[in-house]
């Protein structure tokens, strides 16, 4: 039996929208039909490169793939989600909805071309020419605008790690009511690994700021842990309806093995710190070896880190800018080399005493015996290996949380729940 590969991009403007709710509304659609169970594993949320200029928010473009029994199934599910789009869309500003489909005859048939157009899609910008190219050659169809891109790379989200995010809608125009810190504090220790940037200290990260019709969203690594949690507060703060998703959310999906700056793209600089200054707003500006400027926000909370870098051989990561210095604004640092040591003296080698210099080249007297003698110094580095993370309420869409190490790949192995949509 064949199967629809479906993606949307694109649907959401300035003042409103989110292209998760329009894929939400179509599978409702599905599901009122009682034709939800044809649909294979979950939806996906794929955010693409949070450095590409064309994004209102957080770059998220959405596919299913749903088993169909002949084109023309396959054809009125393409129409039902184009006249979704028309009713939830306002095409202001910079919006420009497009959707990508094709049939293939094995769910797990993705073609190779696809993958890498989704890869390339993550870390680096493609033009739409590209993706009619591709789509060309592996039979998908495309239809509207720019949102083809990330409709089309959204089909081609072959995760080796992934994640899941449980979303809750508020209706039309109502508020979003404040959620207790309490109730996240509870439900974060419950569910703990299993779900992750919940809570900052005493800040609730879970509910979005913008216009769209987001309630919340639970992340995490075990859709029944976001499920459990999302069930919860989901009734108690009365949300119209909600959904899990697959997503690459969370996996570091974005980060290339690239390292020179190339504009719009995350890459890497390895190189020793040979001056750090911190300007007015308090961002911080660290220069490297081979000449590269690299800032830290301010926001971030890293700046503190950051100080006392000097001379140390650093991995910084980030996006870079494209302004002619091609700085890189960092996502995250390690040290590789600290070249800070300190010098002990050694303790007595006749009584085990705390011994002192006297003056003369390298002479060592025992405080405790009186030995004297030249013995070599002890050298030790200071060991200050730093690995630099922004604070959590701070992390982009795709960035890993240090909390996520370990479980990588787990999503894939455990079972889509009975109750995924609501
Ligand atoms: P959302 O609010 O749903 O999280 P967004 O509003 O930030 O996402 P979109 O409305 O999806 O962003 O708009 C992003 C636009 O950029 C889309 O048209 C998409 O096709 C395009 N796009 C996404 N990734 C790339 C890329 N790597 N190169 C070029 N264009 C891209």
Redesign the pocket.
Same mark, same amino acid.
């Given at each position: 039996m064949p199967y629809l590969l479906l993606g949307i $991009?694109?649907? $959401?403007w300035e003042g409103g929208g989110?292209?998760?709710y329009v894929m939400y509304s179509f599978i409702k659609y599905l599901d009122k039909e009682n034709h939800v169970d044809s649909i294979v594993g979950l939806p996906r949320l794929t !955010?693409?490169?949070p450095y *590409?200029p064309?994004?209102?928010? =957080?770059? &998220? /473009?959405l596919s299913v793939i749903i088993r169909v029994s002949s084109e023309d199934e396959a054809r009125d599910h393409v129409e039902l989600m184009e006249s979704l789009i028309d009713q939830l869309t306002r095409k202001e500003g910079?919006? /420009?909805p497009?959707i990508a489909y094709m049939v293939i005859d094995h769910a797990a048939d993705i073609n190779g071309k696809l993958v890498w157009f989704y890869g390339? /899609? %993550? !870390? $680096? *910008? *493609?033009?739409i020419d590209l993706a009619h190219r591709v789509a060309n050659s592996v039979g998908a169809k495309l239809r509207g605008? !720019?949102? %083809?891109?990330? &409709?089309l &790379?959204s089909l081609g989200f072959m995760p080796r790690d992934a994640t899941y995010e449980f979303i809750a809608y508020r209706s039309e125009g109502s508020e979003r009511p404040p959620i207790d810190v309490r109730d996240i504090r509870l439900w974060n220790d419950t569910t703990k690994p299993f779900t992750f940037l919940n809570l900052d200290g005493e800040q609730v990260l879970i509910e979005p700021h =913008?216009p $769209?019709p987001v309630l919340f969203g639970i992340r995490g690594d075990s859709p029944y842990h976001v499920l459990a949690m999302g069930n919860y507060l989901a009734s108690k703060y009365g949300a119209i309806g909600w959904i899990i998703y697959m997503t690459n959310q969370g996996t570091d999906e974005h980060r290339s093995r690239i390292n020179e700056g190339i504009p719009y793209m995350n890459v890497n600089f390895i190189s020793t710190v040979i001056n750090e200054s911190f300007d007015e707003r308090g961002h911080a500006h660290l220069v490297l070896s081979n000449s590269q400027e690299i800032i830290a926000y301010r926001h971030l909370g890293i700046s503190r880190n950051l100080s006392g870098c000097i001379g140390c051989l650093v991995h910084a990561w980030g996006g870079v800018k494209p302004n002619d210095k091609l700085n890189l604004y960092i996502e995250g640092m390690r040290t590789l080399h600290d070249r800070y040591v300190k010098v002990k003296n050694p303790r007595c080698p006749v009584c085990g005493g705390p011994m002192e210099s006297i003056g003369r080249a390298g002479l060592l007297r025992c405080k405790r015996c009186g030995f004297k003698d030249k013995l070599p110094r002890i050298i030790m580095p200071r060991n200050r290996w730093l690995l630099i993370n922004p604070r959590m309420s701070e992390y982009r869409h795709l960035m890993k949380p240090q909390e996520r190490i370990g479980l990588e790949g787990l999503a894939l192995y455990i079972p889509r729940p009975f109750l995924w949509v609501y």
């Open positions: $991009d694109d649907t $959401d989110c292209t998760t !955010r693409l490169n *590409v064309f994004k209102t928010r =957080g770059n &998220a /473009s910079k919006t /420009s497009g390339k /899609s %993550v !870390r $680096d *910008v *493609v033009t605008g !720019r949102g %083809v891109i990330g &409709a &790379a =913008g $769209d």
